[in-house]
């Protein structure tokens, strides 16, 4: 069980990372000339650093409790995927989405 848990945390950090990454791949390719380009690449990954850190970080004192977390973490997850399908990326919106259900799945099954 403890394996089990271990990795069900290492593959939602993976999906944290893949999350910011896609963020900042959305804001580069919908920035219009090259300043606006860096500003959403930074930005909308921070935002949801920001928002994440805050609501759904393990020692945040504002941690969202159940079923609250689990819900909001799919709500960045699939909007993210959604706005990668949204600017012509089509198969990694649904891998995103996808593992992003299991591994919520899992937490929550696991009681993480």
């Given at each position: 069980m403890a394996f089990l848990k271990t990795a069900s945390m290492?593959?939602?950090?993976?999906l944290e990372l893949c999350m910011i990454f896609a963020l900042g791949?959305?804001?580069?390719y919908i920035g219009s000339d090259i300043l606006w380009k860096l500003i959403?690449?930074?930005?909308?990954?921070?935002?949801?650093?920001g928002?994440?850190?805050?609501?759904?970080?393990?020692k945040s004192?504002?941690?969202?409790?159940?079923?609250?977390?689990?819900?909001?973490?799919?709500v960045l997850y699939i909007t993210t995927a959604f706005l990668?399908?949204?600017?012509?990326v089509h198969h990694y919106p649904f891998i995103?989405?996808?593992a992003a259900i299991l591994s919520e799945s899992l937490a929550w099954?696991?009681?993480?």
């Open positions: 290492a593959i939602a950090f993976l791949y959305y804001g580069f959403l690449t930074i930005t909308l990954p921070a935002v949801a650093i928002l994440w850190g805050y609501f759904a970080a393990p004192a504002h941690r969202l409790q159940r079923p609250y977390l689990p819900i909001f973490k799919l990668l399908y949204k600017i012509g995103l989405a996808s099954a696991l009681h993480q």
